[in-house]
Antibody
Framework: QVQLQESGPGLVKPSETLSLTCTVT????????WTWIRQPPGKGLEWIGH???????DYNPSLKSRVTISVDSSKNQFSLKLTSVTAADTAVYYC?????????????WGQGTLVIVSS | DIQMTQSPSSLSASVGDRVTITCRAS??????LNWYQQRPGKAPQLLIY???NLKSGVPSRFSGSGSRADFTLTISSLQPEDLATYYC?????????FGQGTKVEI
């Protein structure tokens, strides 16, 4: 059974870079798309982007200039980098697998990690 | 971007009640519509994919229907463990977008 676990600093200073890693167990990272989604406290869900192997990732246009998603197949991990963060980037960040069949959906999700942007 | 609009934003119902949540897309998304359940303090979990397909293990009291731009999530007999926020999500176009959520209180 595939499981995902986010890791990374819980506190990032304004203007710095947020870096998170998602470790995938129970499945090969090479077989699926992998996704980052975030949720500001008390608010809804925002799709950040996804990646398949080392194919050019797809990003949310609202974040595209600041986001990089990459895969490390040797560690079965994928990562998120978000540059020039502000308080608006404070959120719980989730990683998830994107399942592609006749349509596509996100399943499963990691437990999420809260990142606070503050000096 | 495709806008997803859910209604109501919140509802309160009793155990055993039939609950209906609607989700409207700003354009036709065919069957590219998924539902997620987020219990308090937890990560979202897939409930229904492709409009009406229950994820394995999801109770049969949950069902989904709809087409093109209008969709419905129904809980046929509300249970205490259904306390959660429910989100619809379109997987038709990038960027993937979610509804604002419907909070279900018991």
């Amino acid at each position: 059974q595939v499981q995902l676990q986010e890791s990374g600093p819980g506190l990032v200073k304004p203007s710095e870079t947020l870096s998170l890693t998602c470790t995938v167990t129970g499945d090969s990272i090479s077989s699926y798309y992998w996704t980052w989604i975030r949720q500001p406290p008390g608010k809804g869900l925002e799709w950040i982007g996804h990646i398949f192997n080392s194919v050019t990732p797809d990003y949310n246009p609202s974040l595209k200039s600041r986001v990089t998603i990459s895969v490390d197949s040797s560690k079965n991990q994928f990562s998120l980098k978000l540059t020039s963060v502000t308080a608006a980037d404070t959120a719980v960040y989730y990683c998830a697998r994107r399942v592609v069949a006749a349509t596509n959906w996100f399943d499963p999700w990691g437990q999420g990690t809260l990142v606070i942007v503050s000096s | 971007d495709i806008q997803m609009t859910q209604s109501p934003s919140s509802l309160s119902a009793s155990v055993g009640d039939r609950v209906t949540i609607t989700c409207r897309a700003s354009q036709s998304i065919n069957t590219y519509l998924n539902w997620y359940q987020q219990r308090p303090g937890k990560a979202p979990q897939l409930l229904i994919y492709a409009v009406s397909n229950l994820k394995s293990g999801v109770p049969s009291r949950f069902s989904g229907s709809g087409s093109r731009a209008d969709f419905t999530l129904t809980i046929s007999s509300l249970q205490p463990e259904d306390l959660a926020t429910y989100y619809c999500q379109q997987s038709y176009r990038t960027p993937r977008t979610f509804g604002q959520g419907t909070k279900v209180e018991i």
